[in-house]
Structures are given as C-alpha cells and as structure tokens.
C-alpha cells in the first residue's frame, strides 16, 4: 500500500517562503505525477502544481512566478517552495501522486492527509 507523507505547513506572514515536502512509501511500480493540490475552506480543491518524472512542470496561473516544484525520483520525494505567500495561499496542501501499478495493469491516484498553510495578513 502506497501512503503520502507531507511535512512543512504552518503559519506565517505575508510576503514570507514556506516549503512543503513529500515522500512516497509503499510498494510501487512508478509514479508518473508527482504534485500538489490545495483546497481553502468552502473552495473546492484546486490544483496548485505537478511536476511528471521527466521534469515537465505545471503550475496554477495564481501561483507562477512564485511556486516552485521539484522531484527526486530515486527518493519519491517532491518539494514545494511558495516564496511571497498570501492571504489567498491560506489552504490545506494535499500531495498527490498518480501511481502506476502492474497487477493489474492501472493507473491510481494517491493523496497524502494534508498539511495546513495560513498566510496572514
């Protein structure tokens, strides 16, 4: 069974950095994705960042420029590094990974429990 361990939420002040890091355990046969998701209370989760095995990232618009993801693939392991964090970065971060698994033949998500990020003001 495949779990998703995040680290690295908390509280901090505008314009501040925070990073968030996640490690995949289990059995596995690759993962392809690799990322981030966010959701603020009374929001539906929102994709923040995924970065795939080959390095090809992809970031929501509210973030670029800011956000920064990267991936150890020996280690399944992904980091995110939110630099000038605000208010409207206030959410629970969830990583996610898209597995693929060879019995059977498939492809699964997998979420972590989350972590929180409050930004004040």
């Known amino acids: 069974q495949v779990q998703l361990v995040e680290s690295g939420g908390g509280l901090v002040r505008t314009g501040d950095s925070l990073r968030l890091s996640c490690a995949a355990s289990?059995?596995?046969?690759?993962?392809?994705?690799m990322g981030w998701y966010r959701q603020a209370p009374g929001k539906q989760r929102e994709l923040v960042a995924t970065?795939?095995?080959?390095?090809?990232?992809n970031f929501a618009d509210s973030v670029k420029g800011r956000f920064t993801i990267s991936r150890d693939n020996a280690k399944n392991t992904v980091v995110l590094l939110m630099d000038s964090l605000k208010p409207e970065d206030t959410a629970v971060y969830y990583c996610?990974?898209?597995?693929?698994?060879?019995?059977?033949?498939?492809?699964?998500?997998?979420w972590g429990q989350g972590t929180l990020v409050t930004v004040s003001s």
């Open positions: 996610y990974a898209l597995l693929v698994e060879l019995f059977p033949s498939r492809t699964r998500d997998v």
């Open positions: 289990g059995s596995m046969f690759r993962i392809n994705v």
């Open positions: 970065v795939t095995s080959g390095a090809s990232t």
